[in-house]
């Protein structure tokens, strides 16, 4: 079963620090997302990526956060200056939207703690 | 908001019994899907029922969708201890925007 894979699975940062998260989606997707689950809370959507572009983002994705997918295969998210506020779960995911039915496929997450 | 809100926010219930989760939303979908979530673990997904379908099963599961109050649930038949989880609803709005995911229920089956 093809699957998204992510690192690292646990970062502690210092705050004020650049991290950058990596995931290598399924290789036949097309469309890939980050969203982040703060511990015990909803799951929210921060970036979708197409066609080597941002496609949506929301408001949590402001200046501080980037995206890129620097060869075929890798897509990452960098957080330039981290926040105590940015600690939580960060997962990946990749679709394609054969049928149209946007069914994501998700990593098992990076759990990102900011000191 | 967009966001689908799910109802309970958390559910025990004995091994063997039926879980009933219940999910509602703000305005017209393209299609809503259930996920599963086990305790820091990624999502899974697990059903997906079409804005022209009414209802749908997949082993143990049941979900329905009433789009006129926007508004499904999903039915875990026979509960496992295994089961335990949290579970999210997710509605897709149009083929390019994201999905939007509620709260979530936390179910917990005791054996």
């Known amino acids: 079963e093809p699957e998204v894979t992510q690192t690292p699975s646990h970062q502690v940062t210092q705050m004020g620090q650049e991290v950058i998260l990596r995931c290598v989606p399924i290789?036949?997707?097309?469309?890939f997302y980050w969203y982040r689950q703060i511990l015990g809370q909803k799951v929210e959507f921060l970036v979708s990526?197409?066609?080597?572009?941002?496609?949506?983002k929301s408001e949590i994705f402001d200046d501080q956060f980037s995206v890129e997918r620097p060869d075929g295969s890798n897509f990452t998210l960098k957080i330039r200056s981290t926040k105590l506020e940015d600690s939580a779960m960060y997962f990946c995911?990749?679709?394609?939207?054969?049928?149209?039915?946007?069914?994501?496929?998700f990593g098992a997450g990076s759990r990102l703690t900011v000191l | 908001s967009q966001q689908g809100e799910e109802d309970p926010q958390a559910l025990s219930i004995q091994e063997g019994e039926n879980a009933t989760m219940n999910c509602s939303y703000k305005?017209?979908?393209?299609?809503l899907q259930w996920y599963r979530q086990n305790s820091g673990r990624g999502l899974v997904h697990l059903i997906l029922?079409?804005?022209?379908?009414r209802e749908k099963h997949s082993g143990r599961l049941r979900v329905t969708l009433d789009t006129s109050k926007k508004s499904s649930s999903l039915l875990i038949t026979a509960s496992r201890a295994a089961d335990t989880a949290s579970y999210f609803c997710?509605?897709?709005?149009?083929?390019?925007?994201?999905?939007?995911f509620g709260k979530g229920t936390r179910l917990s089956v005791i054996a």
């Open positions: 995911a990749s679709v394609t939207l054969a049928g149209g039915a946007n069914v994501l496929t």
């Open positions: 290789s036949n997707h097309l469309y």
């Open positions: 990526f197409y066609n080597n572009e941002i496609s949506e």
């Open positions: 305005t017209s979908i393209n299609n």
């Open positions: 029922i079409r804005s022209n379908e």
């Open positions: 997710a509605t897709l709005y149009s083929g390019n925007t994201p999905l939007v």
